[in-house]
Protein backbone atom coordinates (compact mmCIF):
# COMPACT_ATOMS: atom_id res chain seq x y z
CA UNK A 1 0.00 0.00 0.00
CA UNK A 2 1.36 3.81 -0.67
CA UNK A 3 0.47 6.67 1.88
CA UNK A 4 0.48 10.05 1.16
CA UNK A 5 1.07 12.59 3.61
CA UNK A 6 0.63 16.27 2.54
CA UNK A 7 2.33 19.52 4.24
CA UNK A 8 3.21 23.38 3.40
CA UNK A 9 -0.41 25.06 2.91
CA UNK A 10 -1.12 27.80 4.55
CA UNK A 11 -1.87 31.18 4.14
CA UNK A 12 -0.53 34.00 1.50
CA UNK A 13 -2.13 37.27 0.34
CA UNK A 14 -3.43 37.91 -3.26
CA UNK A 15 -0.26 37.40 -5.92
CA UNK A 16 2.14 35.89 -3.26
CA UNK A 17 3.22 32.47 -3.24
CA UNK A 18 2.90 29.18 -1.70
CA UNK A 19 4.66 25.83 -1.72
CA UNK A 20 3.21 21.96 -1.23
CA UNK A 21 4.49 19.16 -0.68
CA UNK A 22 3.43 15.47 -0.70
CA UNK A 23 5.99 12.61 0.72
CA UNK A 24 5.00 9.40 -0.31
CA UNK A 25 5.73 5.54 1.47
CA UNK A 26 4.96 2.06 0.91
CA UNK A 27 4.63 0.62 -2.34
CA UNK A 28 5.84 4.01 -4.25
CA UNK A 29 7.15 1.72 -7.29
CA UNK A 30 3.64 0.61 -8.57
CA UNK A 31 2.57 4.25 -8.63
CA UNK A 32 3.70 5.54 -12.07
CA UNK A 33 1.21 9.15 -12.04
CA UNK A 34 1.31 12.02 -8.98
CA UNK A 35 -0.93 14.29 -8.77
CA UNK A 36 -2.66 18.01 -6.98
CA UNK A 37 -6.05 17.96 -6.55
CA UNK A 38 -8.31 20.69 -4.79
CA UNK A 39 -11.71 21.39 -3.30
CA UNK A 40 -13.14 24.50 -2.91
CA UNK A 41 -15.90 25.39 -0.57
CA UNK A 42 -19.28 24.55 -2.19
CA UNK A 43 -17.58 23.54 -5.48
CA UNK A 44 -16.48 20.16 -7.19
CA UNK A 45 -13.06 18.24 -6.96
CA UNK A 46 -10.45 20.51 -9.75
CA UNK A 47 -7.56 18.61 -11.08
CA UNK A 48 -4.19 21.27 -10.85
CA UNK A 49 -1.30 19.21 -11.79
CA UNK A 50 -0.36 15.90 -12.70
CA UNK A 51 3.26 14.15 -13.24
CA UNK A 52 4.19 10.74 -14.88
CA UNK A 53 6.43 8.61 -15.06
CA UNK A 54 9.03 10.57 -17.44
CA UNK A 55 8.32 13.60 -16.06
CA UNK A 56 5.39 14.34 -18.46
CA UNK A 57 3.04 17.18 -16.89
CA UNK A 58 -0.27 17.99 -17.14
CA UNK A 59 -2.15 21.38 -15.30
CA UNK A 60 -5.74 22.36 -15.18
CA UNK A 61 -6.50 25.29 -17.16
CA UNK A 62 -7.07 27.50 -14.00
CA UNK A 63 -3.60 27.42 -12.56
CA UNK A 64 -1.34 27.04 -15.91
CA UNK A 65 1.47 29.57 -16.06
CA UNK A 66 1.29 30.11 -12.07
CA UNK A 67 2.15 26.53 -10.85
CA UNK A 68 4.10 24.46 -11.26
CA UNK A 69 4.81 20.62 -10.29
CA UNK A 70 8.08 18.76 -9.69
CA UNK A 71 9.08 15.38 -8.10
CA UNK A 72 12.31 14.63 -5.99
CA UNK A 73 12.50 10.67 -6.33
CA UNK A 74 15.46 10.55 -3.91
CA UNK A 75 12.89 12.11 -1.66
CA UNK A 76 9.69 10.10 -2.88
CA UNK A 77 8.09 13.65 -2.82
CA UNK A 78 6.56 15.72 -4.94
CA UNK A 79 5.62 19.62 -4.60
CA UNK A 80 3.60 22.30 -5.98
CA UNK A 81 5.25 25.82 -6.26
CA UNK A 82 1.87 28.12 -6.44
CA UNK A 83 2.64 31.79 -7.55
CA UNK A 84 0.60 34.31 -8.21
CA UNK A 85 -2.08 33.25 -5.68
CA UNK A 86 -5.96 34.33 -5.81
CA UNK A 87 -8.80 34.20 -3.68
CA UNK A 88 -10.15 32.01 -6.31
CA UNK A 89 -6.82 29.42 -4.72
CA UNK A 90 -8.67 28.76 -1.75
CA UNK A 91 -9.44 25.66 -0.93
CA UNK A 92 -7.91 21.58 0.26
CA UNK A 93 -5.19 20.29 -1.86
CA UNK A 94 -4.98 16.80 -1.66
CA UNK A 95 -2.23 14.79 -2.92
CA UNK A 96 -2.90 11.34 -5.13
CA UNK A 97 -0.90 8.44 -6.95
CA UNK A 98 -2.25 6.56 -9.90
CA UNK A 99 -1.48 3.06 -10.91
CA UNK A 100 -0.23 2.03 -14.68
CA UNK A 101 -2.22 3.01 -16.44
CA UNK A 102 -2.93 6.46 -15.23
CA UNK A 103 -1.04 8.17 -17.76
CA UNK A 104 -3.41 7.04 -20.54
CA UNK A 105 -6.44 8.42 -18.69
CA UNK A 106 -4.72 11.86 -18.10
CA UNK A 107 -3.62 12.04 -21.77
CA UNK A 108 -7.29 11.81 -22.95
CA UNK A 109 -9.26 13.60 -19.66
CA UNK A 110 -6.70 15.60 -18.19
CA UNK A 111 -6.11 15.81 -14.88
CA UNK A 112 -8.77 13.40 -13.95
CA UNK A 113 -9.30 11.62 -10.39
CA UNK A 114 -10.25 8.77 -12.68
CA UNK A 115 -6.47 8.34 -13.36
CA UNK A 116 -5.71 7.82 -9.66
CA UNK A 117 -6.88 5.10 -6.53
CA UNK A 118 -4.63 6.65 -3.58
CA UNK A 119 -5.43 9.83 -1.96
CA UNK A 120 -4.16 11.95 0.99
CA UNK A 121 -5.37 13.67 3.80
CA UNK A 122 -5.44 17.36 2.50
CA UNK A 123 -3.51 20.62 3.21
CA UNK A 124 -5.53 23.60 3.45
CA UNK A 125 -4.38 26.57 1.13
CA UNK A 126 -6.39 29.83 2.04
CA UNK A 127 -5.66 33.36 -0.25
CA UNK A 128 -7.13 37.01 1.06
CA UNK A 129 -7.36 39.31 -1.06
Known amino acids: QVQLVESGGGSAQSGGSLRISCAAS????????MGWFRRAPGKEREGVAA???????TYGGSVKGRFTISQDNTKNTIYLQMNSLKPDDTGMYYC???????????????????????WGQGTQVTVSS
Open 96 to 118: AAGPNGCQNTIQAQGVSAAAFDI
Open 26 to 33: GNIWRRVC
Open 51 to 57: ISRGDVI
